[in-house]
């Protein structure tokens, strides 16, 4: 019996496990998914949940609900991963072995090295705790200067802060005070976005709703008794209420195993997904240092590939199978509308036309239905 173990039960880590199980017949394998966590959040959700109190269920899933039934479900976590050995170590003090490790563990928000989150006016939406605090602090907002940044290079999807500031305009107009109100977006580019015609449309945009655009802002640290954002070259921005993308890292397991590189991000082959320098280890997900987006759809489209690659190792063949970094990426400008966007390691961003349009706002929205019924369980 060979043991394939997947690392890391996010979206990643279940859409793996579950495509290994359906497309292997074998009955020499057994596939299993070591997650601490009882249930799975569609995170895009956090953007918009910011701006209202939809009950949790909304947006969760109990794990073992998407899981296929071959796939056995360990509620623990690993502290350390013995390559040498083929081994575990699980923090319920036992050890796993295994004969396939897939590292799908995804990243660490430190928070703590921003040091500021304990203030009622310092926030994110990337995580729940983080986003039911923002959404009290955005209820209790009653007027000033509204600053969002990213923090650090790279975080979970590039267009967030860009949208969170889209609406965040919408959210204060509906509630009557945007006269009463700043809304800056600062980030280290000229421009504010990374691809040059997406940043046009978006600055044209911010432009018709008076968002203020910072740019080759490099975010150094927050001076929270005085309310201020300093840049690396010394600019400071004063704010009520700050937003601010945490600094993003690989898990500790990552880092104390001597897998990871600076920041802790596993050096994954862009095209095969094994690890590198390690035979039978395979690496998806936000936890990798792949040099595309950390976002949902990257996962999507790169899971084939690496169920697919282990299939063939279990079969003595080469792991042939390729990914292109296809992928693709919705950019909200209001709680309506969206811009779509696709590219791969081949071409750059590409915008439908650039469109911002209603249908790719529905689109956006019918993508939580999609994700639990279809995209988590394998099935696409
Ligand atoms: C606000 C926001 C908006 C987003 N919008 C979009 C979007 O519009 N489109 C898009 O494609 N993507 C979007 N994303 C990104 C997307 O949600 C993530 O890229 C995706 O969820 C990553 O999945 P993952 O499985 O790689 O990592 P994760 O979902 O982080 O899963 C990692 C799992 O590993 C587990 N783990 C960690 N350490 C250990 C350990 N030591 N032992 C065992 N298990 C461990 C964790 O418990 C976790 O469940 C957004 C993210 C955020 C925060």
Request: charged letters at 25%; aromatic letters at 12%.
């Amino acid at each position: 019996m060979r043991s394939i173990v997947i690392l890391g039960g996010g979206f990643s880590g279940i859409n793996v496990a579950n495509k290994i199980a359906k497309k292997s017949k074998r009955k020499d394998i057994r596939i299993i998914l070591v997650e601490p966590m009882e249930h799975n959040v569609y995170e895009p959700h956090y953007l918009f949940w910011s701006f209202n109190k939809d009950p949790l269920k909304k947006f969760t899933i109990p794990i073992d609900k998407v899981l296929n039934k071959r796939v056995l479900h360990l509620r623990t976590a690993a502290s350390y991963i013995d390559t040498k050995n083929k081994l575990l170590d699980l923090t319920n003090g036992e050890t796993l072995s295994y004969d396939y490790l897939v590292i799908s563990t995804g990243v660490h928000l430190e928070e703590e090295q921003v040091g500021a989150y304990e203030k009622d006016n310092v926030h994110h939406f990337y995580s729940t705790k983080a986003t039911q605090e923002l959404q009290e602090a955005l209820k209790n907002f009653n007027g000033g200067t509204i600053v969002i940044s990213p923090s650090t290079v790279p975080y979970k999807c590039p267009p967030a802060p860009v949208e969170f500031a889209f609406l965040v305009d919408r959210y204060l107009r509906k509630r009557k005070i945007r006269d009463k109100s700043t809304i800056k977006f600062l980030y280290p580019l000229l421009r504010p976005y990374p691809v040059p015609s997406v940043a046009e449309k978006v600055q044209k945009l911010y432009d018709k709703r008076g968002i203020e655009f910072v740019e080759f802002f490099n975010y150094e640290e927050v001076d929270k008794e005085n309310n201020k954002i300093i840049s690396m070259e010394g600019e400071e921005i004063e704010y009520d209420l700050l937003v601010l993308i945490p600094p993003h890292e690989g898990q500790a397991v990552i880092k104390e195993s001597g897998l990871g590189d600076r920041e802790g991000f596993v050096p994954t082959d862009r095209f095969t997904l094994k690890v590198n320098g390690h035979e039978n280890i395979y690496s998806i997900g936000d936890c990798t240092n792949l040099p595309v987006s950390k976002s949902g759809a990257v996962s999507h489209f790169s899971a084939p590939t690496l169920a697919k690659n282990i299939l063939l190792e279990l079969e003595g063949k080469e792991p042939s199978k390729k990914y292109n970094g296809f992928t693709i990426c919705f950019v909200v400008t209001s709680p309506r509308r969206s811009m779509l966007l696709y590219f791969s390691y081949n071409f750059p961003p590409k915008k439908f036309g650039l469109h911002n349009l209603f249908i790719y706002g529905l689109f956006k929205k019918a993508f939580k239905i999609a994700y639990f019924k279809a995209l988590l369980r394998g099935y696409l």
